[in-house]
């Protein structure tokens, strides 16, 4: 069985701008595959082409060239939208259908048979929890309740490959956590999902493959423990040492903290530990514990940026 | 409490403001253009391009012309009672409209009555013929209208065209008859004095008619002896004695017989053609109404000043003798006895 | 079939339950019943007024539903982002336009009847006929709101609204003046110029085909075949039209 849900081959993107039609690359090349029951998070600085491509898979931009294929069906075709599910970044709705009637409508646009659309509608308006303002205008509804129906129209065909775009915005931490836990439920249940984002932690706390699109190329693709494991970013230790060992220490730390009677000194790289902890153990200083603090997602993605923009330059 | 006084306040608001408005309205009220010193403009588009300029709606557009025509005319109704622009306004009205059917005969008649324009009037009218062919109002207007003009064979082409129409009323006729009578066709007159005297319902009209006819039974002949006259007085440089000398001389076929038995007279010191019945028809009347004054004396202390005020009175009006001669009588204020502007048949035209 | 009722009806509710809609509806009544007053100065001309006035705003009060709603139709959803969450479903971007469209017309035709339906009270009011031809003059109004409504949809599937409902009011005002477009043309010299003229006089819709309100006001009855054939060019056109704003809206790109 074919486990790649999701094909993007040599995708590209140019618009052309100003009087003298300049050309400008969106997207160059783009190499992508999504596995079936994922939940694939593409990262980007803004303009980097995330939405450009996730638009050119679900059929809002006609692309340059390239191939695209979901579930072995060509984009383009009615029926490789019928396995998919799209939450656009701000959503906007019809402003006097009411919450119910828009999920009817969506439903009604997958000819999804009478009685089972009903069901789900109200499924879905549970789920989401916007039962109470099921027959409101969509125009009373406020940002967050807004990001919630469109959550819910994403799921109404019950779809394969769910696609979220800066689905966080938005939301008030509580917002976000529901839908963490959201995202986690419909993995089990079989599902893919697609994450723009620019929200690292949530990418971090989710994810299972991260892509990372920089200028329209795919900088960096693989799961997060390839990426972020193994390197260590820093390692901080608490202790108690006298005035002394600290001087001595200053030139192999970053930095050092001093908070009630205790000293944090933070170590730039594994090697300097040996060391440092020898000079400790000749003062005779006390160690409260030594924690290796991991490269976090948004450390190892500003690197990546900056690495971008030097090769750039040359 | 402070919604009480939210709603007063604004109450009090609108009232002042209601009152002030009210105030300087009855200032401006009743000001006509005249008042205000401005020139009264009429801007009033060309029909070109009006027609254009509707896009499709020339029946609305026709239709607030109209309205403004009405005001316009009711404006200087009031005023100086001069109209000068009102042939545009009924031009443009029927360039956005011609099948504003109204509007032709309503036009006419006040381009004719009001604007005192009957050309403008006739030409309005003749637009409406056409394209209604069979209305009798507009034919009949047209008529009116080339009547005051003196164009007395169009008008009365007009009448008898609009007789023929349905729904004409048989009044007209009358317009035809006269029409023809001021053509001086009489013998086309007299065909249809005689046919409303014998077709009409109405008393009145009836009479008239019949008294017309009596004329111009009398009148054809002697005008017919009147240009034998004519004839015989550049052969013989005098006047017939008599009909019969006319007949002697060969002048005329034969003597034409007074309708009424009574005999045609040549006068020959005024050089016009009497009839000795209607001569004497007239003396009667002169003889009636003369009495008629000296009754209104009695009975109002004073001469009357004008045949029309023994007209208008009840009594006295009733039984009024028409004038035979198609002339006119008047009270000869010396003699205090009415007489009449015209006594005779026919008159000798020598040169 | 089924995706384009749903788009249909949706549009009709957004547009019925705007405000805007409202207001107009009775604004328009209003403006009918006024008819009535403007008839009493009118010297005698009441019936005639009343008509005038009450097929000139079923007309007008159509046209501008068509301009203004069709000019913002589909420009504002594709501003907004609404388009998005449609556009992805497996729907054909032309039962998009479709549906729009047909959302359109039936807002346009219950703006219609309600009006219809007033100026029959106003009629039956002052005593005046109704007849038939009234009925055949508001269909060949209603063809002439389908075609300026096709066009506004065109329009607004690539341009601002402003730009849609001012070359909408445009090509309205145009297609009143066709005939003297072609007047201008005949007397055209230059071939090019007087052919490419000639290709401008045919795209323009000939609205005048479809304004009978002068011949019906007057008791002049229509053929049925002048309305077959005028209701035949106005369809004719309109699907000219729509199919015009698929080609465009299928190429577009919705960033």
Redesign the interface.
């Known amino acids: 069985m074919d486990d790649k849900i999701l094909r993007i081959h040599d995708l590209s993107k140019v618009y052309r701008s100003g009087f003298m039609m300049k050309k400008l690359f969106a997207l160059k090349g783009l190499d992508l595959e999504i596995y079936r029951n994922e939940i694939f998070g593409f990262l980007g600085p803004n303009g980097a082409g995330k939405?450009?491509t996730i638009?050119s898979v679900?059929?809002?931009?006609?692309p340059t060239s390239g191939d695209i294929e979901i579930l072995g069906s060509k984009v383009g075709l009615?029926?490789s939208?019928?396995v998919?599910g799209?939450l656009?970044e701000?959503?906007?709705?019809?402003?006097?259908?009411t919450g119910k009637?828009f999920l009817l409508?969506?439903g009604?646009?997958?000819?999804m048979e009478k009685n089972l659309l009903k069901t789900r509608v109200a499924e879905l308006l549970t789920l989401v929890d916007l039962n109470r303002y099921a027959d409101v205008?969509l125009k009373k509804y406020s940002k967050g309740m807004k990001q919630r129906i469109?959550f819910a129209?994403a799921l109404i065909n019950d779809p394969e490959l769910v696609f979220l775009d800066e689905p966080m915005s938005g939301l008030d931490p509580v917002g976000r956590r529901l839908l963490r836990e959201s995202i986690l439920e419909l993995k089990e249940k079989g599902k893919t999902i697609f994450l723009n984002s620019h929200i690292m932690p949530d990418v971090e706390m989710i994810c299972d493959r991260v892509g990372i699109l920089i200028n329209g190329q795919l900088m960096k693709i693989g799961s997060l423990g390839e990426m972020l494991g193994g390197s260590v970013a820093s390692i901080e230790l608490c202790v108690e040492l006298t005035e002394n060992c600290l001087t001595k220490l200053k030139d192999y730390s970053t930095r050092i903290m001093e908070k009630e009677n205790k000293q944090f000194i933070f170590l730039d790289s594994e090697d300097k530990l040996t060391e440092v902890l020898e000079i400790i153990r000749t003062d005779r200083g006390k160690i409260h514990s030594i924690i290796p603090i991991k490269k976090t997602l948004e450390e190892f993605f500003l690197e990546e940026i900056i690495q971008a923009e030097r090769n750039a330059h040359n | 409490m402070s919604r009480l006084k939210n709603i007063f306040l604004t109450g009090m608001i609108f009232i002042i403001l209601g009152a002030s408005v009210f105030l300087t309205s009855s200032i401006v009220k009743g000001k006509t253009w005249k008042d205000k010193g401005m020139m009264e403009t009429i801007v009033l588009p060309d029909s070109e391009i009006m027609q254009r300029a509707s896009l499709g709606y020339t029946n609305l557009a026709a239709d607030l012309i109209w309205l403004r025509t009405i005001r316009y005319i009711n404006i200087h109704n009031k005023g100086d009672k001069k109209y000068p622009e009102l042939p545009r306004f009924f031009k443009l009205i029927t360039d956005l409209d011609e099948n504003f059917k109204d509007i032709y005969r309503v036009g006419g008649e006040a381009l004719r009555e009001l604007s005192k324009d009957p050309k403008s009037s006739i030409s309005l009218l003749e637009k409406g013929r056409s394209i209604y062919p069979d209305d009798w109002k507009i034919a009949y207007e047209s008529g009116r209208s080339y009547s005051l003009t003196n164009q007395w064979e169009l008008a009365t082409k007009s009448f008898e065209e609009s007789l023929k129409m349905p729904e004409a009323p048989e009044w007209i006729a009358i317009h035809v008859a006269e029409g023809y009578y001021r053509q001086r066709d009489y013998m086309k007159s007299l065909y249809w004095w005689f046919r409303i005297s014998s077709t009409t319902n109405n008393k009145e009209v009836a009479a008239m008619a019949r008294s017309k006819v009596l004329y111009l039974d009398t009148l054809i002949p002697a005008i017919r002896i009147a240009e034998s006259c004519k004839l015989f007085w550049e052969k013989y440089r005098r006047l017939p004695h008599d009909p019969e000398e006319l007949v002697r001389a060969g002048f005329l076929d034969f003597v034409p017989e007074e309708p009424f038995n009574g005999r045609f007279v040549i006068d020959r010191k005024n050089f016009t053609i009497e009839s000795t019945y209607i001569s004497s028809l007239l003396l009667n009347c002169l003889e009636e109404l003369s009495a008629k004054v000296r009754m209104y004396k009695d009975k109002h202390g004073n001469y009357p000043v004008s045949i029309d005020d023994l007209k208008n009175d009840e009594e006295l009006g009733l039984n009024f003798p028409m004038h035979p001669y198609e002339g006119e009588y008047y009270i000869d204020h010396s003699s205090k006895r009415v007489m009449s502007t015209k006594d005779y048949l026919a008159r000798i035209e020598i040169n | 079939m089924r995706t384009i009722s749903a788009i249909t009806i949706s549009t009709f509710k957004e547009a019925v339950r705007d405000k805007v809609f409202y207001n107009l509806v009775i604004f328009s009544l209003i403006v009918l019943a006024s008819s009535r007053i403007l008839g009493l100065l009118s010297s005698g001309q009441e019936i005639k007024i009343v008509m005038d006035v009450g097929l000139g705003c079923i007309s007008i009060f159509g046209l501008i539903i068509s301009i203004f709603i069709g000019g913002n139709l589909v420009y504002k959803e594709i501003e907004r982002g609404t388009i998005q969450t449609i556009i992805v479903k497996p729907i054909d971007r032309h039962e998009y336009i479709i549906g729009k469209y047909l959302g359109l017309l039936l807002i346009i035709f219950l703006n219609l009847i309600f009006m219809t339906i007033g100026f029959y009270v106003i009629l039956k009011g002052i005593s005046g006929t109704w007849n038939f031809s009234i009925i055949q003059s508001i269909f060949l109004i209603f063809v002439e709101l389908m075609v300026i409504s096709s066009i506004a949809i065109m329009f607004s599937t690539f341009l601002s609204p402003l730009l849609s409902i001012l070359l909408t009011f445009c090509l309205f005002t145009m297609g009143h003046l066709s005939e003297d477009f072609l007047f201008i043309v005949e007397k055209m010299e230059g071939s090019f110029l007087k052919f490419v003229s000639k290709i401008i006089y045919y795209i323009l819709p000939h609205l005048s085909n479809f304004n009978i309100k002068n011949e019906i006001v007057h008791g002049f009855s229509v053929s049925g075949d002048y309305i077959f054939s005028s209701s035949l060019y106005g369809v004719s056109y309109s699907f000219a039209t729509i199919f015009l704003a698929i080609i465009i809206f299928r190429n577009r790109n919705f960033k």
């Open positions: 939405s450009t638009k679900l059929g809002l931009i006609h009615k029926s939208r019928a998919i799209y656009p701000n959503p906007y709705f019809y402003d006097y259908l009637e409508l969506c009604n646009l997958f000819k205008a469109g129209q």
